[in-house]
């Protein structure tokens, strides 16, 4: 029971924002969840795919959302289409609750040269997709306008991980095949702390994102 309270008091923990030395997360410190309703998939106007090809594991192909998230989506591709996070890797690994990636200094607490609006329920937006296993989220810092360029993909569904991402956090899309990446990642990767920190030398390596519209 000790250690369940401290896995859960860990994933409320803060990972950085951009521009900033505090860390930008996919947990949050508020201890509240927004009310969250969900609904179906909605329809999409436009369809975008991000392939995440990580080095030694396989690809990971994600469906995105631009009617849920339009500059939450904006952001992503552009950084993708730039390059910006290609060998780049995932830094923090927890098994059960989640995998992040995207920081350039692999360590929770860099970002890309600009932040974007928080597009989820506590910041005033109509967020509706639960954070349900193999939905991509954004990070961020305290701040609800502080996401940069860390992501996250949820690893397994469970009330602990609704309860402090739900309405908190920018989700803007899926993974569509590849979920056996992401198990494997959470299955071999042994992280150092009850916060999910990976060593440098042992973080999966990000060989590109690549788009499909």
């Known amino acids: 029971m000790k250690k369940l309270l401290l896995i859960m008091l860990s994933c409320m923990l803060l990972l950085t924002a951009c521009g900033t030395k505090t860390k930008t997360t996919a947990g949050t410190g508020e201890g509240e969840q927004a009310a969250v309703t969900p609904q179906e998939e909605p329809e999409k106007n436009t369809e975008i795919y991000a392939t995440i090809d990580v080095k030694d594991y396989g690809t990971i192909e ?5 009617d ?3 500059e939450t989506v904006e952001n992503f591709v552009n950084l993708a289409e730039s390059g910006f996070y290609d060998g780049l890797t995932f830094h923090r690994i927890m098994t059960g609750f989640m995998i992040q990636g995207g920081d350039p ?18 910041n005033g937006f109509d967020n509706p997709l639960l954070h349900d296993r193999g939905v991509i989220s954004m990070a961020r810092g305290k701040d609800p306008n502080s996401a940069s360029s860390q992501f ?5 569904d469970s009330e ?9 956090y920018a989700s803007f899309g899926k993974v569509v095949s590849g979920m056996e990446v ?10 150092v702390d009850d916060n999910g920190t990976v060593p440098a030398d042992q973080q999966p390596v990000i060989n590109s994102i690549t788009i499909k519209k």
């Open 105 to 122: 200094l692999g360590m929770g607490i860099g970002g890309s040269d600009h932040t974007i609006k928080g597009e989820f329920q506590a």
């Open 68 to 70: 849920i998230a339009p």
């Open 62 to 66: 994600l469906v995105l959302y631009p």
């Open 160 to 168: 602990r991980n609704h309860m402090s991402l739900d309405g908190l």
């Open 182 to 191: 992401v198990d494997a990642i959470c299955e071999t990767v042994v992280p």
């Open 152 to 156: 996250f993909i949820v690893h397994e």
